[in-house]
Structure formats: structure tokens, C-alpha cells
């Protein structure tokens, strides 16, 4: 309704409503994205739900069957306590030794050249990484010829060699005594952090340049030692760029595949949550389990995202 005024009167004018209309365009060039996300990323997602409340064959419907065997068989909580260990050391021992490495080449010489050495690792495939571990931790009984890196060194030095990716514990003695770990598990968690330190000294090695050189040298002028220098400023100043690695390096330890199927297939008690999802699947068949298992990963890699995604927004509130 419109108030049109003139000179002693005043008229009221209905307007009528005009329809809206509504722009398809960028519907139209966001439908083909929309269509692949929808097939391939979505409806996979769902079915893979579906599937995992079906029995192995995908034909009768026994709800949480399959997730109460995840977590009551043996076998399969072996597999969840082996990812919670590669959550555990691959990502404590990572950022502990990306930042420590960051810290260092920073003060030398040839700092460039010491990174570029370190992040060689990074520039391998996991497979192919892999294939040469495996080589470093051959063994041969005793009395044969050790063609391994380490067993060679070991029998070098007067000790038995050790078969590091089919034993559970490191056994210097006749006796293999009870470990609270698989130390092959450990072996090939080694060949993980070997290849992505590179990648968290780099990232990391960024966030220590951003911080300011006269905040450093006041501390010293105050005088505070190196140690709490590192403890009281940089590592306070550099933590959003830790939790940031943390994040990759906790997304990639649940979903941890290629290195533990090339070096162990997931024998001897490897098995992660990726590989024993492939075994469910191909070799034994069981769609059900298998659909489970991808469940359980997806599930507990989403809070982690959510986070990230949390505090990279209330970072950039701050800012």
C-alpha cells in the first residue's frame, strides 16, 4: 500500500504483488558439483550405514550385530588398540621431533640444506618407503647371512638378530618375555614417523618464523635462559601451528593403510582399522563387518575435523 499526498487530500493506492523470480543460473552450473558430490560422496556414506546393519552377504538385517562383534572379539580390539597406539606414538613422536628439528636447523648454518635432507622422507610414496623398510628390517635365522640394515648391525656387535616385523617383543635372551605392546607395531610405526617429520618440521619451522625476534631478544636481555625462552614464549607463540599438525597427523594415523599392508599385510598382530576393513571385505567376504569398520573410522575422524574446523574459526575471529 502506497500514501500519495496532494494539497488537502491524501490517497492510499493498493499496490498489487509482484511474484518474485527466481534465478536458476547458478543452479544450473552448481548442479553438475552437486551431482558428484550426491554419488559419489553422499550416497556411498549412506549405504555404507545400510550395509553395515546387514548380515555378511548383505541380505538380512541384524542391526548392531556387527558392531558388538567389532568390540567384543579379540581380534578386532586388538585392531582398535593398534590404531589407538598409532594415534598415541606416531603423532606424539612426530610433532616432538618436527618441532625439535625445526628449532635446530634454524640455528645452523646451512639451514636449507638440513631441511631439505630431513624432508627428503616426505617425498617418497609410502609404498615405496615401505618396500625399503622392509629391506632395513630383514631377517635371516642365525647363522645365515643378514642382508637386513639392523640385524646386520645387531649381529655386527655380537647380538642375535631379531625378526622385527613377526615378533612381539625384542628379545635379546632365549626367552621372548610378555610385552604390553606388539614391538612390531612399533617397527612400523618407525617407518611413519621417518617419512613425516619432514612435514611437521616444515609447517612448524613457518610458525616459528612468524614470531618476532625482539620478543626473543628481550626475554634474553631479561634474562631468561633457552629453555624458558622455548617453554615461556615460543612454545605458547607456535601452538596454534602444533594443534594444526596434530590435527593431519591424528587424521592420518586413524586411517593408516599402505605402510602396515606393504610391510606387514597386517600379520603378527598389525592390523589396523583400515586393513582389517579390507581383509573383512575381500578375503573373508563379510560386507557387514566391513561396513562397521568404515563406520567406526569415519565416526571418529569427524569430531577431529569438527575441531579443527572450531578452532580455526575462532582463530580467525581473533585476528
Not at 137 to 149: E, H, I, S
Request: one cysteine or more.
Amino acid at each position: 500500500m502506497k500514501i500519495r499526498e496532494l494539497p488537502g487530500r491524501t490517497f492510499f493506492r493498493l499496490r498489487k504483488p509482484t511474484l518474485r523470480r527466481i534465478d536458476l543460473t547458478p543452479w544450473f552450473w552448481l548442479f553438475p558439483a552437486l551431482l558428484f558430490l550426491c554419488v559419489y560422496l553422499i550416497y556411498p556414506v549412506v549405504d555404507t550405514f545400510r550395509v553395515s546393519l546387514m548380515n555378511a552377504n548383505s541380505t538380512q538385517f541384524v542391526g548392531i550385530d556387527n558392531y558388538r562383534e567389532i568390540f567384543t572379539n579379540p581380534v578386532m580390539q586388538d585392531t582398535l588398540l593398534n590404531n589407538i597406539l598409532w594415534l598415541v606414538l606416531f603423532t606424539g613422536a612426530v610433532v616432538v621431533m618436527g618441532l625439535l628439528f625445526a628449532v635446530l636447523s634454524g640455528r645452523v648454518r646451512y639451514e636449507s640444506i638440513a631441511k631439505s635432507i630431513i624432508f627428503i622422507p616426505m617425498a617418497i610414496s609410502f609404498v615405496a618407503a615401505a618396500v625399503i623398510w622392509r629391506f632395513v628390517y630383514a631377517y635371516q635365522p642365525p647363522g645365515f647371512t643378514q642382508f637386513g640394515l639392523l640385524n646386520a648391525a645387531a649381529t655386527g656387535a655380537g647380538l642375535p638378530p631379531q625378526p622385527w616385523l613377526s615378533q612381539q617383543a625384542i628379545a635379546f635372551t632365549n626367552t621372548v618375555p610378555p610385552a604390553p605392546f606388539h614391538t612390531n607395531n612399533i617397527a612400523v610405526i618407525g617407518v611413519a614417523v621417518w617419512m613425516w617429520t619432514g612435514f611437521a618440521m616444515v609447517v612448524l619451522s613457518a610458525g616459528l618464523k612468524g614470531i618476532s625476534k625482539e620478543v626473543i631478544e628481550a626475554a634474553r636481555v631479561d634474562g631468561a635462559n633457552e629453555f624458558q625462552i622455548f617453554r615461556r614464549i615460543i612454545l605458547p607463540l607456535v601452538s596454534p601451528t602444533i594443534a594444526l599438525v596434530a590435527t593431519t597427523l591424528v587424521i592420518q594415523s586413524l586411517k593408516i593403510f599402505d605402510i602396515v599392508w606393504v610391510m606387514t599385510a597386517g600379520n603378527y598382530n598389525t592390523d589396523v582399522i583400515a586393513t582389517m576393513m579390507y581383509k573383512q571385505l575381500f578375503n573373508y567376504q563379510n560386507f557387514g563387518v566391513a561396513g562397521a569398520l568404515a563406520v567406526i573410522l569415519f565416526l571418529a575422524i569427524i569430531p577431529i575435523i569438527l575441531i579443527s574446523v572450531n578452532r580455526f574459526r575462532s582463530q580467525e575471529e581473533t585476528r
